[in-house]
């Protein structure tokens, strides 16, 4: 079991409020996925939920009980933090099996829970080497096997792929989501990019200045943006947003279109400019300067001819323009 509830949690450090005041479920075996910018509070709400900091008011339920001012040891969760945090002098063997050892488990037990870690982790040809002698997933791996040993309520994920390079963290991504997948067990994950959000998540949970702004599948905040905050942060590139006169026609303080959902057509209402043009194979992102001043991105077609200084005409899709009010809240 690993449901975790969150009842007005908050936290303080002296007169500054980080977590102003939170309320969250996370079902049992759900993968979820804190996700907000740097200082939005993400880590700090992690590291609340595994006792690694008091809360200032509020109560943790870890499956059913009151887990607020239990120690870390006595939740029943394993962390996987951004740094490996092996042990350099001990083998992968020794190293995943050392929460078991401290534990008091004989050595066969340790023995039997190392090798099923190492399978579900493709480690067990590595086992005698130290972790000096691995690549970072390698090193990564092993420091999630040290948590699966635990055999946990919940795992939490502090950005465990932020040292890895780019190939690396895909293929790191896909190795914890066929995880989770093998496992049923909850996942608590801290990024800052949206992408491994978008990719990982069951559900996510973006946060602003300790804050939720939105909780929901990956598709419902890319579809149904609450407000700008998440418009602006969820999907890549970013939303394009507009004010001003545009917006006014659409009843609108502020409207908002994904650079996917704008075709190039001629007679198309908004008239520009294009700028800078990347080429990325099966897609090219255009920077278009509407005569009107607004600066958008254009997801287009990879063989797209278009060039620096050409005419183009933009059309929104139909139904895909977002709209906002005043206070940065959608509209229905």
């Not at 309520?153 to 932020?162: G, H, I, R």
């Not at 949970?205 to 939105?214: D, M, P, R, T």
């Not at 998440?230 to 994904?258: C, K």
């Not at 996917?260 to 700028?275: A, K, M, R």
Request: charged content about 20%.
């Amino acid at each position: 079991m690993g449901k975790i509830t969150l009842q007005h949690v908050n936290k303080s450090f002296g007169e500054v409020a980080v977590i102003p005041d939170i309320n969250l479920q996370i079902e049992d075996g759900e993968f979820v996925v804190f996700v907000g910018p740097s200082g939005c509070g993400k880590s700090t709400l992690l590291r609340l939920i595994a006792g690694l900091e008091d809360v200032t008011a509020g109560r943790i339920d870890i499956d059913g009980t009151d887990a607020t001012h239990l120690p870390p040891a006595r939740r029943g969760l394993a962390m996987v933090f951004q740094s490996y945090a092996l042990y350099p002098h001990m083998t992968v063997r020794k190293n995943i099996a050392f929460p078991l050892k401290m534990a008091g488990l004989s050595e066969e037990e340790q023995e039997k829970k190392v090798q099923h870690a190492a399978r579900i982790l493709n480690l067990s040809n590595y086992l005698d080497r130290r972790p000096g002698q691995l690549s970072g997933g390698q090193r990564q791996r092993v420091a999630i096997g040290r948590a699966i040993v635990r055999e946990p309520a919940a795992f939490l994920f502090d950005e465990p792929l932020s040292n890895l390079d780019a190939a690396l963290r895909v293929t790191m991504r896909q190795e914890i989501t066929e995880l989770h997948q093998s496992l049923k067990t909850t996942m608590i994950y801290v990024t800052h990019d949206q992408v491994e959000a978008m990719t990982m998540a069951d559900k996510i949970v973006v946060l602003n200045a300790g804050n939720i702004e939105q909780v929901g599948s990956p598709l419902d905040l890319y579809h149904r943006p609450a407000n700008l905050f998440v418009a602006g942060f969820i999907g890549s590139p970013r939303m394009n947003l507009i004010e001003g006169a545009e917006a006014a026609r659409h009843q609108a303080a502020t409207i908002g279109i994904r650079p996917e959902h704008l075709d190039i057509t001629e007679g198309g209402p908004w008239q520009g400019t294009v700028g800078l043009t990347e080429h990325l194979g099966s897609d090219t992102f255009l920077k278009v300067t509407l005569d009107t001043g607004e600066l958008l991105t254009v997801r287009a077609n990879g063989e797209v001819a278009l060039r620096h200084g050409d005419r183009v005409a933009l059309a929104p899709q139909q139904g895909k323009i977002h709209r906002f009010g005043p206070d940065g809240k959608a509209l229905a």
